[in-house]
């Protein structure tokens, strides 16, 4: 009967062994990589080997200690405050030059400054892993089965691509949606699908729906000059002609970060899916005392109330 047990047990043990997969991600900064985190977590959860590559100069990304969890850092020539300053000007340009009917063209101008600096960081990224050949060896014995992706920092496709392995994608949005639009090959016509950062709506008049047209215009044209750059790097890289698109368009899923009931209705392709929602988590029981924005203490008298803030 024990040896029976034992048996039994080996089997189960190897079992679950054998329905954990080999998951690489190629991750972003900041919010997107909080985000990422979430999708890691469940997939630990499942019994997934779960292995993140990581810049030497990365900001957010901090390696942890877990037996499923490998976090494969390589050099980059910068530090963290590059990738700080990056984020930063993004943030404040946007901030400071909200487009409007008489700020747009400042907009988009000031914005294709700010991207044309991310991209040569993104250049910087790729070039960390496709040229460490110490390491493209080690993740080709990897026996990886998927790569996980954040489009907006390019180059995880083509990681994928030399390893053999299928990728998805997980994305909130590209300004104008110029990624999903020209890459995921997902429709967005102007005449009633706002533009996003065009702070639209799709109640729009006559004026709004051609503010909107050359919202998705000006877009397009610093996609043209700035992301199309990419297209000889990802030919260098893949040893024939091709296109950033090309390769984007290869993904299997574009794991959309919101929810179907938030967006304004347009139409999108089989395999975008709607995952919004996957960094919430059940919400904990205020602290004793506490109401709504302020905290109550005993006075003589009764209770009297000030503000936390």
């Known amino acids: 009967m024990l040896t029976n047990i034992l048996l039994l047990s080996l089997q189960i043990s190897l079992l679950g062994t054998s329905l954990g997969g080999n ?34 100069g990365a900001l957010f990304i901090t390696p942890t200690s877990n037996p499923s969890l490998t976090f494969e850092i390589y050099e980059v020539p910068f530090e963290k405050e590059r990738i700080a300053e990056v984020i930063r000007n993004f943030v404040w340009t946007w901030l400071e030059n909200r487009p ?98 065009s702070e639209l709506t799709d109640q729009m008049s006559f004026a709004d729906r051609v503010r909107n047209f050359i919202s998705y215009h000006l877009q397009d044209y610093i996609f043209e000059t700035l992301w199309k750059q990419w297209d000889s790097y990802y030919s260098t890289a893949l040893g024939r002609p091709t296109t ?20 304004f209705p347009r139409p999108y392709l089989p395999n975008f899916e709607f995952v919004g929602g996957l960094h919430c988590k059940p919400a904990k029981p205020l602290p004793k005392g506490y109401y709504g924005n302020h905290i109550l203490r005993k006075e003589e008298g009764g209770l009297s109330s000030y503000d936390q803030d």
């Open 244 to 263: 950033l698109c090309e390769t984007m368009g290869k993904a299997e899923i574009w794991l959309i970060r919101t929810y179907w009931d938030f967006e």
């Open 100 to 197: 409007s009917p008489s700020t747009m063209w400042t907009f988009y101008h000031e914005m294709a400054k700010v991207i044309k600096d991310f991209h040569i960081v993104s250049k910087e990224l790729c070039d960390g892993v496709l040229k460490n050949g110490k390491l493209m060896e080690k993740l080709k014995k990897g026996k990886f089965e998927v790569l996980l992706s954040d489009p907006v920092f390019p180059c995880g496709d083509i990681i994928a691509i030399k390893l053999g392995i299928p990728f998805i994608y997980s994305l909130r949005f590209s300004p104008a949606s110029t990624v999903e639009k020209h890459c995921g090959k997902v429709p967005y016509p102007p005449s009633y699908v706002p533009a996003i950062l």
């Open 23 to 56: 998951i690489l991600i190629w991750p972003m900064e900041g919010s997107h990589w909080l985000n990422v985190k979430i999708i890691i977590d469940a997939l630990i959860e499942k019994e997934h080997n779960v292995t993140v590559l990581v810049a030497s």
